[in-house]
Every structure is written in C-alpha cells, then in structure tokens.
C-alpha cells in the first residue's frame, strides 16, 4: 500500500548563517544534511534533489503580511487552501471562528475517509487534555482539530502504551517526567525512528506533529535549539534505517520560521524547509512552492 509519513516540524526556517543565532548553523544533523549532500539547512539554500530525497524551500507567508502563525500556516497545509489569504492576515496559535470554519468545511483527513482511505494522527495526548477540551479550558489547536472533524479519534496514554502512538518528544521521556505517567514506554530517539516507519505502513497518511521545535523558538536557548534539531535528527535516521524508498514518501515540513533565529523571541518570514524522501518524490513535489500545495500532493498521491 502506497504511504506516507508526514512528520510536522513546527516553527523551523530558513536563516543567517550565523552559529550565534541560528542553531541551524551550528547543529550536527548528519541525517538532514546526508539527504542535502553536506549542504545546511540555511536561508540561501537551494532546492536540491540527492537521488533520494527532495528539498524545497517553501514559502510560509504566501502574500500575506506580518509574521506567518500556526492556526493559517497549519489549516493552509491541511485544506491546500490559502487560508490567510481567506481570513485577511496570519492568525495563531489557536484556531479562531474564521479557521475553525474552513477547518471543519474541508480537510485532508475529511477527504482521504470520504474516499475510504487510511489516516491518522500519532500523537498520543494524556487523560488531562481531554478532560481540559471537554470542559471548554483548552481549545483544539489546528491538527487535532482537522483530525476530530474527520472523525478520526486522537490517540491516547492506552494507544501510546500499545506502541500505536508517540509522544511529542519522540522517545515518550516527557510523559514520565512532565505528565507523571509510570508505565508508558520509554524509546531511544533511534528506536522511536524505526518504529515511526514500521506504524506508518499501517495507514494511507501517517501525521506527527512536532510542536517542541516552535516552544524552544520561543522560550528556549539556543542550545536548547541544537538539541531539540539533533533529536530530530537522530529519529530521522532511525526511520531512515527502516525505510525502503520503494513502499512511499516521508514529507517534512512546517508551519513558519521561528527556531533559527535566536535574536529574538518571535516567529519569522523565512522560508520553511521541506524535504520529500522515496522514489516518487517528484511527482509528489513538483506543486509544492509554498504550504498551499501539501494537501493535493498528498491526495493525487494516495489516489
Ligand atoms: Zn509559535
């Protein structure tokens, strides 16, 4: 069966080449920068095709002003449409009523069940978030919330437990010391790598979103930075390790720039990087210039 493995990246672009900034330019990312042919992941790269994988500076901002956000960037990759445009600005985090609507009228979880094919979502979230949404004190924010209008259930502590589903961090160490679990599975970023890969063979669509990258673009330092792009890294070579180029495509992507640039706190206008990675890479990448073009790829492909 013909799959894909979109792992979602959020707030990472294309920046300076400058180590006092841009963890991107300091970074040790072996996997990122084999499929680039020793090539970093900055402002001025161009797109590049290694025999394996496909890379393509994509634009966030799509002629909108003001700094790309997550709730247009993520609804724009999920629905192909361009959705600041639609709503007249960049609008995030969280969904409001104008995204929700879009949302909800049309996405790509909704197309591929209308069609009868395989999707889903493979973050695991804890008890307490759904407790947090059904009392109305969190609100869905734009991936989950493309995922519960197609009526695909979000996963949970018992799907993680089963090996179903991954934590945010890959190798599930948050869920012991941030959540408190005591019998949910621990990985190596390696292992947590090759088990993404083996999940994904079981599905048309195979989503996982990594919203980790965009906190530490806020928050975090910039080694915080380094690291959480080398985890990163490490996984990716861990699916890479279990991964013929024959079975289907790995996508990377993300909603805006943020994390390479640590001169200040906020989201960026760089582009973001993609890569599309297995044999049919090109038919697959050829629409993509900027977030509008994920969601027909993906459908012509799954079709
Ligand atoms: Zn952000």
Redesign the pocket.
């Given at each position: 069966m013909r799959h894909i493995l979109f792992l979602f990246l959020?707030?990472i672009g294309l920046g300076d080449d400058d180590p006092l900034t841009n963890p991107f330019a300091r970074a040790n990312l072996k996997t990122l920068h084999s499929l680039l042919d020793g090539k970093k992941l900055l402002r001025d790269t161009p797109e590049h095709d290694n025999g394996r994988a496909r890379f393509i500076p994509t634009d966030a901002s799509m002629g909108v002003g003001g700094p790309p956000?997550?709730a247009t960037g993520q609804a724009t990759i999920l629905t192909g449409l361009n959705v600041p445009q639609l709503i007249g600005g960049h609008w995030?985090?969280k969904p409001n009523q104008a995204v929700t609507e879009i949302l909800k009228r049309e996405n790509v979880f909704m197309s591929l069940a209308a069609k009868g094919k395989s999707a889903v979502l493979i973050n695991a979230y804890p008890q307490r978030y759904f407790e947090a949404i059904t009392r109305g004190k969190r609100m869905y924010s734009a991936i989950p919330m493309a995922v519960d209008a197609a009526n695909i259930p979000l996963m949970t502590a018992d799907d993680l437990r089963a090996g179903h589903a991954f934590s945010a961090d890959f190798t599930g160490e948050g869920w012991r010391t941030e959540l408190k679990y005591e019998d949910t599975p621990v990985y190596s970023l390696n292992e947590a790598g090759k088990r993404l890969a083996e999940v994904s063979r079981q599905r048309g669509l195979t989503f996982f979103e990594h919203w980790i990258t965009?906190?530490v673009?806020?928050r975090g330092t910039i080694d915080d930075g380094v690291r959480v792009l080398e985890r990163f890294d490490s996984v990716l070579e861990g699916v890479l390790e279990n991964w013929d180029d024959e079975e289907g495509l790995i996508v990377i992507t993300s909603d805006?720039g943020?994390i390479e640039n640590f001169s200040h706190t906020?989201?960026t206008q760089n582009k973001v990087p993609t890569y599309v990675i297995g044999r049919r890479r090109a038919g697959f990448s050829d629409g993509i210039r900027d977030l509008t073009g994920f969601t027909p790829a993906i459908l012509r492909y799954l079709d």
């Open positions: 959020d707030g956000q997550s995030g985090p965009d906190v673009g806020h805006h943020n906020h989201h």
